[in-house]
């Protein structure tokens, strides 16, 4: 790759030895893993070791690592190229533009990953399953899922190098919680067809029973001489001056609904309980980003001085900060449509021009 034999650019998340050589010149050790590959093989996969050099090159590389000295190589490291389809060629149902009815998706719109690969062939097939149907299109959203997320990056940024999907390229991390996935994305899995009759029905069920309990929390009062001040007390709040919701209480750091239950003059299923609490408990964090993100909307036409020096911004991300220094962006909102850029990035140089 260093010769120049190689011209495409590597991937970003896995670079080969050679890459790190370069790119982290001032450190000082690198760990390798041994991985034995299989209880039926007798090979070992040299794990932090990949690399693009010649045979002889890999020999002495090899047997240079202690306890190695005699090891045989089975099959060589190389390095890997591909073609790609320009991401912005495509639709966001991840249909080319061009040629109706060819829907792409993985490694060949030049992504990397095998969660990448299967995320944009769910919502590929899924496409192509709706269209030959003659029915709406499905197109997730940023702020409900992380495949949206990945899709609107990939169609509106494109990729100049092998695309990973990180959590911090989601505005919305707050929203897009393991917890709430069937939440998020059951209804439209349902319409789509690919969610059977009877696991609907138990989602609808469940959120029945979210609903009537978190209403039941809201109902219930406790004054100021109910037992919960027991329970307060063991957190350290002073007794409660007014009466307060079940809801209002479970609001407050700290208290827990499984301890609440002993007060309450109901009874409830503990995963229905967790759900609830869950979202009582982020309801404030979740307004809280949304403002953030707001402002961060309202940041698109702030100028960024021409003699910006992004090595002094602290926290911002390597990949962003190359990009920043070989693009230059004028404003915020040019530097936010950078592909590799995410908002945490765009967040944190917000802030250093606030500061400056
Ligand atoms: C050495 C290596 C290590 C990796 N490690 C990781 C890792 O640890 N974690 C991770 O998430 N990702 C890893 N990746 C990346 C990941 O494997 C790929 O990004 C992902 O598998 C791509 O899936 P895909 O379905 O898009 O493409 P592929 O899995 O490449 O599928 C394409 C398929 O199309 C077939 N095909 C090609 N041409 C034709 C044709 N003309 N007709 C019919 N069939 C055809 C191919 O045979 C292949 O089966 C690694 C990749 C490599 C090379």
């Known amino acids: 790759m260093y010769s120049g034999a190689v011209t495409g650019v590597g991937p970003r998340y896995c670079p080969s030895i ?18 034995p590959e299989s209880l039926s093989l007798d090979t070992t996969y040299i794990q932090g070791f990949s690399n693009s050099m010649p045979p002889h090159v890999q020999e002495e590389m ?18 890997i190229e591909y073609d ?39 919502l590929a097939g899924i496409n192509l399953g709706l269209r030959i149907q003659n029915k709406e299109p499905l197109v ?11 899709i609107d990056d990939l169609v509106t940024k494109g990729t100049e190098e092998p695309y990973r ?13 393991h917890d709430n996935a069937d939440m998020r994305l059951t209804d439209y899995g349902y319409k789509a067809g690919t969610i059977t009759e009877e696991r609907y029905q138990r989602y609808v069920a469940k959120c029945n029973e979210i609903q009537a309990l978190s209403d039941k929390l809201d109902e219930v009062r406790f004054t100021m001489k109910s037992d919960v001040n027991e329970y307060l007390a063991t957190l350290g709040y002073e007794p409660l001056s007014a009466g307060l919701s079940a809801l209002d209480l479970l609001r ?41 993100a707001e402002k961060l909307n309202k940041m698109e036409f702030v100028k960024i001085p021409e003699d910006i020096n992004y090595s002094e911004i602290p926290n911002l991300a390597l990949e962003a900060r190359d990009k920043f220094e070989a693009i230059r962006p004028f404003t915020v ?3 936010s449509r950078i592909s590799g850029v995410n908002p945490s990035d765009i967040s944190v140089l917000a802030m250093y021009l606030e500061r400056k």
């Not at 999907?165 to 919680?177: C, F, H, N």
């Open 333 to 335: 909102g040019q530097a």
């Open 140 to 150: 997730l959203r940023r702020d409900e899922a992380y495949i949206g997320v990945m």
């Open 62 to 79: 090899i047997h240079s690592l202690p306890g190695l000295e005699n090891a045989v190589i089975k099959i060589y490291a190389y390095a």
């Open 18 to 35: 050679e890459t790190k050589l370069v790119r982290f010149e001032d450190k000082e050790r690198h760990q390798i893993f041994l991985e």
């Open 84 to 122: 790609a389809v320009n991401p912005l060629q495509l639709k966001p149902t991840l249909e080319t533009k061009v040629i109706r009815n060819l829907y792409t998706a993985g490694q060949i719109n030049g992504t990397s990953g095998y969660e990448e690969a299967a995320g944009q062939g769910l």
């Open 252 to 292: 407050r750091p700290h208290v827990e609904l499984e301890a609440l239950r002993k007060y309450l003059p109901f009874d409830f299923d503990e995963r229905i309980g967790r759900c609830v609490e869950i979202n009582v408990k982020y309801e404030g964090y979740i307004s809280k980003a949304l403002r953030s």
């Open 165 to 177: 999907l990180l959590t911090s390229r989601a505005e919305y991390r707050l929203l897009l919680r």
